[in-house]
């Protein structure tokens, strides 16, 4: 590992970022319950010392920067722009805006697109025929809408990454971006900074083209002048960004289960294709592979895609899911149908209600679910799919696609690259796989393939490919680990539940999909018999402690007070107590790990006055 676990676990800072000293960490430090109450709560002795945060949920200090910078040239002082990584991009974010606040004004709100200096404005000179995109793209509008825009970037998860930030403040401070001229014009009447050839500094033709096709994808490189090398500086040299577009199509092989070994890029891709792994379904390659920014993204443009598939219809969320991911559904579309408990009964009633006429555009699930790690009944949702004419999609990021095999009962399967595929806690990615056997997939295809952007930075795909290499041998070890440690939180007499997928009443529906020899992943979920006990346990727990999971190190938080805390009511009706814990574990050693649990068992087992 990069960065030790007992370096991370020692880490007890608040606001430090996990890993420390990592300038695009994805987690934050809040090591004791008060902190993530008080973070929660909004209080200053947590949020002041914020370095960094979930991205989707905190705008990293490089994105606020160059997101200022861009106010200050393009708008006025009560404006605030969020930035995004394409102009479809940013009117998906304009339209929310009109959407939730009616009374905003064509003229207040306005798209600024930055293109590099070697992009002409109408697509000549392009290699790929394809148009020319700005590689940011801001949406200003007056700052007292900031909560609503938010709102747009945290669920659709399409706002920039830190690491394009960074790279594109530079550029725009040194002249290299900028939006080629300024002269304005009106779409779906908004006001667009639409591009013009503008100063000939800006037409000269320097960039790096590292556009590349795959029977229909299209790997974008980073236009304009590529001055500063991208460094990775825990590997000891430089990499050029002419390989992002290999490292994309390493990590779509590599989901893809064509590309298992851990060597480097180079010698990845001269590999000869072999064949997928045994259980995929025929027909499925790396084509039906496609990228995003994050898992977010990933479901949102899903949901996107099958409602331009299949026209506007109401959604089913089965299974108490991720919270953005319902309020997707719920929000974009006609609505959705909520089923939480994602239990048996729940699938009779919508059995009655299609019966009864009611249609639906997808069911979306979870394998398992989040915190409670239930698992849907895949083959029955799969039969109810195929008579009543819906499509299914799941998010197989906590199952991950070594241990579970659900690609045969989805028409969509979508994934966060983020977790445990990375596993360094340092970059962010999304997946959306295609199943060649869907009923859909001609009509799905077509539509991903007119409308898909590869959104991803390129140095972000670098940092994905590296860090994933290893990615089927880490499984293993984090398997058996997790099983070690549900095995000894359920001897203890003060733990109340421990959720994992193998102790689970669900548990025959995870092996229904559960690939040969494979376990049941790295994420559990305990509740203690008091409030004060979970809080002892916590606060105790040697592990780094943070939003996010799937990391190699082992990382724990009070997760339903982090995700869910304005909302405790509604999630205890659905059996989510306030007090859980969750535990995603990592690559240490197994026998620490189990002692590490035993030590704060021990002092919590003391706040109650009974033996652990």
């Given amino acids: 590992m990069a960065t030790t676990a007992k370096a991370i676990m020692l880490s007890h800072e608040v606001g430090e970022s996990i890993p420390p000293s990592t300038a695009h960490a994805v987690s934050v430090s809040l090591p004791t319950w008060k902190a993530n109450v008080g973070y929660e709560e909004g209080e200053d002795w947590v949020l002041s010392k914020l370095k960094t945060g979930y991205p989707r949920f905190f705008i990293h200090k490089t994105i606020e920067a160059f997101a200022e910078a861009i106010v200050q040239r393009h708008g006025s002082p009560m404006d605030k722009a969020y930035l995004f990584p394409s102009h479809a991009v940013s009117a998906r974010c304009v339209q929310f805006l009109r959407d939730q ?3 905003l004004t064509a003229h207040s709100v306005h798209i600024v697109d930055l293109y590099s200096n ?4 109408n697509g000549a000179g392009n290699s790929d025929g394809a148009s020319t995109k700005p590689i940011v793209s801001a949406v200003l509008f007056p700052q007292y809408h900031a909560k609503v825009a938010k709102t747009f970037w945290q669920h659709s998860g399409d706002g ?8 594109c403040h530079k550029a725009f401070n040194d002249g290299r971006l900028a939006a080629n001229g300024t002269a304005c014009e009106k779409t779906n009447g908004h006001s667009v900074i639409s591009p013009s050839k503008g100063p000939r500094r800006y037409q000269k033709n320097d960039s790096v083209d590292t556009s590349i096709h795959s029977r229909g994808h299209v790997t974008g490189g980073l236009e304009g002048r590529d001055s500063v090398q991208f460094v990775e500086e ?4 430089n990499l050029d960004v002419s390989l992002a577009a290999n490292a994309k199509l390493a990590i779509r092989r590599r ?3 064509a590309l298992t070994a851990n060597v480097d890029l180079h010698e990845a891709l001269k590999m000869s294709r072999p064949p997928t792994r ?7 390659s790396e084509d039906d592979v496609y990228l995003h920014p994050c898992g977010m993204s990933s479901i949102f443009n899903t949901h996107r895609t099958m409602m331009a598939c299949r026209g506007p219809q109401k959604s089913i969320s089965y299974g108490f899911p991720y919270i953005d991911t319902l309020k997707i559904l719920e929000k974009w579309g006609p609505g959705c149908l909520f089923y939480g408990h994602g239990s048996s009964a729940e699938l009779d009633d919508l059995e009655r209600r299609c ?3 009611e249609k639906y555009l997808a069911l979306f699930c979870e394998f398992p679910g989040n915190p409670l790690l239930k ?3 895949l083959r029955r949702i799969r039969l109810l799919a195929d008579r009543f004419d819906f499509a299914v999609v799941v998010d197989e990021t906590i199952g991950n696609f070594i241990n579970v095999h659900v690609l045969p009962y989805a028409d969509v399967v979508v994934s966060s690259l983020t977790k445990v595929f990375t596993g360094e806690c340092n970059v962010m990615g999304g997946s959306s796989v295609l199943n060649p056997q869907s009923r859909y997939y001609a009509t799905l295809k077509e539509v991903v393939e007119q409308d898909y952007e590869d959104n991803y930075w390129p140095e972000d795909a670098i940092y994905m490919e590296r860090n994933s290499r290893d990615f089927v041998s880490r499984i293993d070890r984090i398997n058996m680990t997790a099983e070690a440690i549900c095995d000894k939180l359920k001897t203890a007499s003060i733990v109340k539940e421990v959720y994992y997928p193998k102790h689970s009443a669900t548990r025959k529906f995870y092996d229904q999909c559960r690939n040969t020899d494979k376990g049941y992943g790295g994420l559990l979920s305990v509740t203690f018999r008091t409030t004060e006990q979970a809080v002892t346990f916590f606060d105790k727990l040697e592990t780094a402690k943070g939003p996010s999971l799937g990391t190699n190190f082992t990382l724990s938080s009070p997760y339903v007070i982090l995700a869910h805390y304005g909302e405790l009511e509604w999630t205890a009706r659905f059996g989510v107590e306030a007090d859980l814990i969750r535990i995603s574990v990592g690559l240490e050693d197994s026998a620490d790990l189990v002692s590490r649990i035993e030590r704060a068992l021990a002092a919590a087992s003391h706040t109650a006055g009974v033996q652990a």
């Fill in 355 to 357: 019966e009864a006429g």
């Fill in 255 to 257: 989901i893809a289960g």
């Fill in 234 to 237: 825990r590997f000891g040299r």
């Fill in 101 to 103: 606040v009616p009374s």
């Fill in 160 to 167: 920039i990454s830190s690491r394009r930030a960074e790279y």
């Fill in 118 to 121: 070697a992009q002409l404005p």
């Fill in 278 to 284: 045994k259980a995929q379904v025929e027909g499925f």
């Fill in 375 to 377: 698992t849907p009944d």
